[in-house]
């Protein structure tokens, strides 16, 4: 059974564009969520998302935004980014209620 | 807020000797508790997890945990530590069960001394 895809790996950006990143679940996992990890603030949550329904969200800036997929495939996306975004984002999907797999995270610097 | 202490940032121990990682919880209700493992590169990967009942749980790869209520801890133990044990160990908890939105403790980073 496939695990949990995040993709890309690793990308750079600069302040001010935009960046988009993507996750696959585990297959027949409807729930995803989305994490921010970083050195300062550790492993924050973002947003998780059911049924292509935004069901919980953590307490970041509208520039965060995340959507979910009929195949239960979910993106995030971060506008006019700041250097402040880099950070490890790591994706998750459960089946619902039970145990987050984790996928290995999309490395976003900002330069 | 529901929060989750980890009060030692790094931690070295000697291969074969025995771990216990601290996680101290502030909830009101009984939380549900988690231990995840992360070693460099990688995302989580559960440990082990506390809902209701025994409170000692057993997890994988030889690591257990007690709910102690009255401490307001999850602690995380290991008898005899191995070489590949060497990883950031995260305590979590599931603010009114929601198991999909979890806070997370800062880390404890695990060395292993030969």
């Known amino acids: 059974k496939a695990g949990v895809t995040q993709t890309p790996r690793y990308l750079i950006k600069t302040r001010g564009q935009q960046v988009t990143l993507s996750c696959s679940p585990i297959?027949?996992?409807?729930?995803v969520s989305w994490y921010q990890q970083t050195p300062g603030q550790g492993l924050q949550f973002l947003f998780e998302?059911?049924?292509?329904?935004?069901?919980n969200k953590g307490n970041f800036p509208g520039r965060f935004s995340g959507r979910q997929f009929s195949n239960s495939r979910s993106e995030m996306n971060v506008s006019t980014l700041e250097l402040g975004d880099s950070a490890l984002y790591l994706c998750?999907?459960?089946?619902?209620?039970?145990?987050?797999?984790f996928g290995e995270g999309s490395r976003l610097t900002v330069l | 807020a529901q929060s989750v202490t980890q009060p030692d940032i790094h931690i070295t121990v000697s291969e074969g000797a025995s771990l216990e990682l601290r996680c101290n919880y502030s909830?009101?209700?009984?939380?549900?508790l988690f231990w995840y493992v992360q070693s460099p590169g990688q995302g989580l990967q559960l440990l082990l997890k506390?809902?209701?009942?025994?409170?000692l749980v057993q997890g994988i790869k030889g690591f257990e945990a007690e709910f102690k209520r009255s401490q307001s801890s999850f602690n995380l133990r290991k008898p005899s530590v191995h070489w590949s044990d060497a990883a950031e160990y995260f305590c979590?908890?599931?603010?009114?069960?929601?198991?999909?939105?979890?806070?997370f403790g800062t880390g404890t980073l695990l060395a292993v001394q030969p």
């Open positions: 998302y059911f049924s292509e329904t935004q069901r």
């Open positions: 297959s027949g996992h409807r729930s």
């Open positions: 506390y809902f209701s009942g025994d409170t």
């Open positions: 909830y009101g209700a009984t939380p549900y």
């Open positions: 998750a999907s459960s089946l619902d209620g039970g145990e987050l797999f």
């Open positions: 979590a908890v599931a603010p009114n069960g929601a198991t999909n939105k979890l806070i």
